[in-house]
């Protein structure tokens, strides 16, 4: 498996051609306390870059972007039933949905841990 992020604060952990996507804990950070995710629904499609869900904390909301263009094969549905999952483990059990590529040169355009990590400084 390997990870990657995106400029907008996602995370993808890919294995073959299919994907677990969630928001960064700098994103989560940034949230505070997350009360609801609106999550794909399963066998939509999406472009890279397209809105595919939207993330609700007490202070804001925020879009989450399609890291990769692809259609959707499974949802969190833990998640959806206790949001704070998105802030209390991020990068496991508070993942946000499952993507089956259509285009893995995409991957190519994400940015490793460390560029991430330059990003958020």
Not at 48 to 72: C, F, L, N, R, T
Not at 79 to 102: E, H, I, Q, T
């Amino acid at each position: 498996m390997s990870i990657y992020y995106t400029e907008d604060h996602e995370w993808i952990d890919l294995s073959g051609d299919v994907a677990i996507v969630g928001i960064t804990v700098h994103a989560q950070d940034a949230l505070g306390d997350v009360v609801f995710v609106d999550l794909p629904a399963v066998g939509s499609h999406f472009d890279q870059k397209a809105i595919a869900g939207v993330v609700e904390s007490v202070k804001a909301a925020a879009d989450v972007y399609m890291p990769v263009s692809g259609e959707i094969i499974e949802v969190n549905e833990t998640l959806r039933a206790d949001p704070s999952l998105a802030n209390s483990d991020p990068l496991k059990s508070g993942w946000f949905f499952k993507v089956k590529l259509s285009d893995l040169t995409q991957v190519e355009a994400l940015l490793s841990e460390e560029a991430y990590q330059a990003l958020v400084g």
